[in-house]
Each structure stands twice: as C-alpha cells, then as structure tokens.
C-alpha cells in the first residue's frame, strides 16, 4: 500500500491545509485472561505459552476495506511477537500517515501476500515464530483426565483466496469509526486468545473408542493396539514413558492440536479475529 500524503487545498483564495503528517506511537497487548478458558463443550484450557506475529497494519479510510484502500490513512508496515498473556501494551512501532476519518482496519499476521511473488513474505515476528503466525501451548482438562497440547498455524493469503491483499479485514457489520489527530498519544491493539479458542472442541481427544483391526486406541493413559484378528492386544502404559496416550497415535509428549479442532481455531481466527482498537489522545 502507498502511505497517504499530505493535500493542499486552494479555494476562493484562501488556503487549506488539508490533512496533516502524523506518526502515532503503536502498541500491541494481550489479555491475561485467556490463560483459563473454559469451552462450549466443556473442557478448560489453561495456557502457559501464547504468541501472535502481527503485522502489518492499515487503517483506511473507506468503511469496505481492502476494495477502495488503495491509500492508507495510517500504516504500519513492520511486525512483532505479542505476548497473548499478558496486559501490558508493549511498543511495536509507529503508524505513518495523515490526518482525518478512518473507518476500517487491515491487517497480517506476520506472514504477507505480495502480487509480486507466488510465495507469501515471512515476516522478522512469524520468522521467530518457525514461519507461524500463532503458536500456543498449556494444558487441557476434560472429564477428570489432563493432557499437555500445543497448536501451532501459519496464517496468510493464497491464490486461493485474494492474494496480495491482507488477511484480515474488519467486518463491514461491525462499524469502526475514529480520527487520526495530531493529539494522538498511542494506538493499542488488544488481542484475546479466548475468543478463537472458546469454541473448540477437544473432548475426540479424551474419547475411548472400542477397538477395531489394527486400530491405536487409548484407555485413559493406556494406549492399545488393537489386533487384527482374535490375538491379544498390545498395551502400553504412555505415563510410564512419561508420555501421554491420544488417539489414533497413541502415546506422545503432548496433543498436537491438528484436524477439525485446528481447523475450527483457524476459522475462528480468519472470522472472528476481534482486535480491541484504541485511539489514546493527550490530555490538554
């Protein structure tokens, strides 16, 4: 995107100045909140690790977003590792641009689609993320029963999608409103990882499932390979290995978060992304 440039307006004479040059300190934070969540189907999360590659960043003028900002009113065009535990608004870096109504957001995720590249551009944050964008880690309870997890997503556009404009838009049903002024203090963009995780559904994790030919099958922290005729089963205790039995693997270190479960966190994420922006002006 092309920054937005100051105008000079002349009418009857008398001279306008238009909109003024702004730089606007950008702060990111997290939301100490979201290291319990409980979910709609009944487990409870507790996160010890969470971390977005967020970047870049544009507000437009234009309430349609990526379809008539073609110049940004403010933009920020680096990235940052945001610290999804914690509340303290951290310096990112800061917006350029001008002065004057601003009316939606764009963004990335660390990872950005260029129209001049097949390949989307790993940005420094997703870079330090091992080319993600999130990456989560804690533990899950359900039914009385533990599991250490873990969930890591790269998220950007493909040609698929809508290459070469950002991932995230904000939703033309949600109205977004504010003024660039030269009296801003700080833009603080908030993130909470509940809202993308509350609705996740973890309980096939926790599933004992009857066996069946050549099945991996757990039994709580057992695992067991089912046979593939009327032979014995074979049974492993995974807490033994200091491991942790999970379906259809058996045992392992930890649940990596993958199938429909990570397909509904990165839906969420894509559709309900749900930054809180605000604009701070300084007291007179």
Not at 46 to 71: H, I, K, M, N, T
Request: with cysteine; aromatic share 6%.
């Amino acid at each position: 995107m092309r920054r937005a440039l100051p105008l000079l307006l002349v009418a009857f004479g008398c001279s306008d100045p238009g909109p003024r040059p702004v730089q606007v300190p950008l702060t990111l934070s997290g939301d100490a909140a979201s290291s319990e969540i409980e979910t709609a189907t009944g487990a409870l999360l507790r996160l010890d690790q969470g971390q977005l590659a967020f970047g870049p960043l544009y507000f437009c003028p234009s309430p349609s977003g990526a379809e008539s900002c073609d110049v940004a009113r403010l933009e920020w065009l680096g990235s940052s590792v945001v610290d999804l535990l914690d509340d303290s608004p951290r310096r990112a870096g800061t917006l350029h641009g001008s002065s004057g109504a601003v009316a939606s957001y764009l963004c990335d995720l660390g990872i950005s689609s260029q129209l001049t590249s097949d390949e989307p551009f790993v940005l420094e944050a997703a870079a330090e993320l091992g080319e993600n964008s999130l990456l989560l880690r804690g533990t899950v309870e359900f039914d009385a029963r533990s599991l250490p997890w873990s969930a890591s997503l790269p998220l950007a556009q493909t040609e698929a999608t809508v290459s070469g404009t950002p991932l995230i838009q904000s939703p033309q049903s949600q109205r977004f409103s504010e003024e660039v002024t030269t009296d801003l203090s700080e833009v603080n963009v908030r993130f909470s990882a509940a809202r993308w995780l509350a609705s996740v559904d973890f309980s096939p994790y926790f599933a004992e499932e009857p066996c069946s030919p050549d099945a991996v099958v757990c039994r709580g922290d057992l695992m067991v390979v089912c046979p593939e005729d009327e032979g014995p089963e074979e049974i492993t205790d995974c807490l033994a290995q200091d491991q942790v039995c999970v379906p259809g693997l058996g045992c392992q270190d930890e649940l990596r978060l993958e199938g429909a479960a990570l397909r509904t966190l990165k839906s969420n994420i894509l559709s309900n992304f749900g930054p809180l922006i605000s604009f701070e002006r300084r007291s007179n």
